[in-house]
């Protein structure tokens, strides 16, 4: 186990170290720089300029550069921002984790609950309901219900606040904070958790239907056990178990925030701030947040692959 | 009557998108306290749907018992509601079944699916459970109880599996064994020691066994009365050493000629002419016909009653009745 992973540590950095180089030359390379984009600026200047920020230096030097803060832990400033990169993540990356965590945390409660009823039902009018209300809400757009909701919950019937992360002014402390933060967040969380539940639930229900055909199934209702105990003792741990490399996906989506979600609810994610700094090429910023999602996306992977050993005894990891 | 098991006109039937199947159709069967039934026929016939119908396990919407009654230590099971049924499996009526390599949940130790039927009809306390399960598992001929206790299904073979599955059956001692081709999976040297392990807890208890089966070797070994299943319905019953002594309907001689004999040198096994028919396409007539060297013209268009051919045997075919005569 442990030379297991070891040996997997070492694939990791091998990989990290490839798409770093990957990542950066794909941002230094696209056309334009975080200089040319301002037009106050003379000739002269922006050479200048292009001087004190490194970037007329050859691509192999800067990335040279990079990697050697990146190692010892310093990822550079935002060129817009004047601001550590890091710093700017932490300020960001927990309000898009407050929305993610939630939403996921209930997009998987709500699907494996309605996709073991519905594979239990197959074909009842509940499975026939819930597969009819999944393929709706997975063919509206984002942007579509989050805009409806906002017309109808906020703006007519005034019970939620349409954006933001507090109320314009506030300064609130302490369980008022709590509670205006869990208001303004409400309505986003919605929209996340519609549009993630259909396709978990029909996976879930479709792992379900598989599992209950299952030989070990008809032993267990043979040996006499509730229905409740059949299901979620026997099928639902064998149904879960593909679920696990979804796990390793969602590490990465927990802290990479939702461009549209962030942008409609004019929640301060690391989405939106994603979104600026690459229109203004604000390169290590850029650089600094793809490679966090890498990191997560390896780690992620990882994970999944250790869990699966715990969770099915039929799976050797070497 | 002694019968612990009393089925009549049992029918179990399909729906599917072509038609209704009638997978078992009006048979009638008696179990006898302590004795061992066989139910003999090749795939389709009906023999584990017969089975799957006594348990109540008969999957629906699809599947349903359509008719007929099940009569087991006095109570009607097609009368009995989910929740006393469910007291029933693996209490009274316990049942092992094929493919012994996955009819144990894969994620769940031994020891723990051991336990369940002690712990849900037994209410043993989860150490007295523990107790019992190692005196099973010990009890079906495995050593190192407590290693396999702790382990996975697929660190067993399929014998010790099998094994496995007849200690969970017999865990709360019930009065009858199902065994749906319980030795159809395994190598033959298993297939003694499994039938053996069978013969053995069926003489130390009272048990009851009925045994499905399409291999005539294993009806030969356990048996003490054998029915023959054929599309659903039963051509054939009798004791055991007559039928096979003295077969009367043409399907079961068959059976039994297409089986070899040690010492006797054929070039070419016998095998039964045709194939079973399609069963949505099933007019009233002898299921056989087609595939019956004996046919008549009244094989064709009528069914054949269970008639008393022997002193303990009954065959269904028109070659036993009274001539009827068709224009």
């Given amino acids: 186990m442990s030379t297991y992973i070891s040996k997997r540590l070492i694939y990791m950095l091998v990989i990290l170290l490839a798409a770093s180089f990957l990542v950066f030359s794909l941002y230094a390379l696209t056309p334009g720089d975080f200089i040319s984009g301002n037009m106050k600026l003379s000739p002269e200047r922006k050479a200048e300029l292009r001087e004190i920020y490194g970037l007329n230096k050859p691509l192999l030097e800067r990335y040279l550069i990079w990697m050697k803060n990146a190692l010892h832990g310093n990822f550079g400033y935002s060129l817009s921002q004047q601001t550590p990169v890091l710093t700017l993540f932490n300020q960001y990356i927990w309000n898009s984790f407050l929305l993610a965590v939630v939403s996921t945390f209930l997009t998987w409660v709500i699907a494996v609950i309605i996709g073991v009823i519905a594979a239990y039902k197959q074909y009842s009018w509940f499975d026939t309901l819930v597969m009819i209300g999944i393929f709706a809400a997975m063919s509206l757009p984002s942007f579509f219900i989050g805009l409806f909701l906002i017309k109808t919950l906020a703006v007519d019937l005034h019970w939620l606040p349409p954006g933001g992360m507090l109320t314009t002014g506030s300064s609130s402390t302490g369980l008022a904070y709590v509670k205006e933060v869990i208001q303004h967040m409400t309505l986003p969380v919605i929209v996340m958790t519609l549009l993630g539940l259909g396709s978990l639930t029909r996976y879930f229900r479709s792992n379900m239907i598989d599992v209950i055909k299952q030989d070990y199934i008809r032993t267990a209702r043979a040996k006499g056990l509730s229905e409740r105990k059949v299901l979620f003792t026997h099928a639902l741990r064998n149904a879960l178990l593909p679920a696990i490399t979804l796990v390793g996906f969602e590490l990465p989506a927990l802290f990479g925030g939702s461009l549209i979600i962030e942008k409609i609810f004019n929640w301060p994610g690391i989405g939106q701030l994603y979104m600026q700094s690459f229109g203004l090429r604000d390169y290590p910023l850029l650089v600094g947040f793809t490679m966090l999602i890498a990191v997560l996306t390896v780690i992620g992977t990882l994970l999944s692959d250790i869990l699966y050993h715990v969770a099915d005894p039929r799976v050797k990891l070497q | ?327």
């Avoid at chain 2, 070797?217 to 048996?223: H, I, Q, R, S, T």
Wanted: charged fraction near 25%.
């Fill in chain 2, 1 to 327: 009557m002694n019968d612990l098991l009393n089925i009549e006109h049992l029918s179990t039937h399909f729906k599917t998108e072509e038609g209704t199947i009638k997978a078992v159709d009006d048979i009638s069967l008696h179990v006898r306290k302590g004795e061992t039934v066989c139910i003999v026929g090749e795939s389709g016939c009906g023999k584990s749907i017969t089975a799957m119908s006594i348990m109540g396990l008969i999957e629906g919407p699809a599947g349903k018992v359509a008719g007929g009654s099940i009569h087991f230590d006095g109570r009607d099971l097609t009368k009995l509601n989910r929740h006393e049924l469910r007291h029933l499996r693996g209490n009274e009526i316990a049942m092992i079944f094929q493919e012994p390599m996955s009819s144990l949940n894969p994620v769940i130790t031994i020891g723990e699916q051991i336990v369940e039927p002690l712990r849900v009809h037994l209410n043993l306390s989860r150490r007295d459970a523990h107790t019992r399960a190692i005196e099973l598992i010990e009890q079906v001929g495995i050593s190192r109880p407590e290693q396999i206790f702790r382990s996975y299904p697929h660190e067993l073979s399929g014998g010790m599996l099998q094994r496995i599955m007849i200690a969970i059956a017999i865990s709360c001692n019930p009065k009858l064994l199902i065994a749906d081709e319980p030795t159809t999976a395994l190598d033959v040297t298993i297939q003694a020691q499994i039938l053996d392990l069978l013969r053995r807890f069926k003489e130390d208890s009272d048990m009851s066994i009925l045994l499905i089966t399409h291999d005539l070797g294993v009806v030969a070994e356990m048996a003490d009365y054998v029915i023959v299943m054929y599309s659903g319905k039963i051509v054939e019953e009798g004791e055991v050493t007559q039928l096979f002594a003295n077969p009367k309907h043409p399907y079961t001689q068959g059976l039994l000629r297409s089986k070899p004999v040690i010492n006797q040198r054929q070039d070419e096994l016998y095998s039964i002419p045709g194939q079973v028919p399609n069963p949505l396409e099933l007019q009233p007539s002898c299921y056989f016909h087609d595939r019956c060297e004996h046919c008549m013209a009244v094989c064709r268009m009528e069914e054949p009653n269970l008639k008393k051919v022997g002193e303990q045997q009954k065959a269904a075919c028109w070659l036993y009745e009274e001539a009827k005569v068709y224009a």
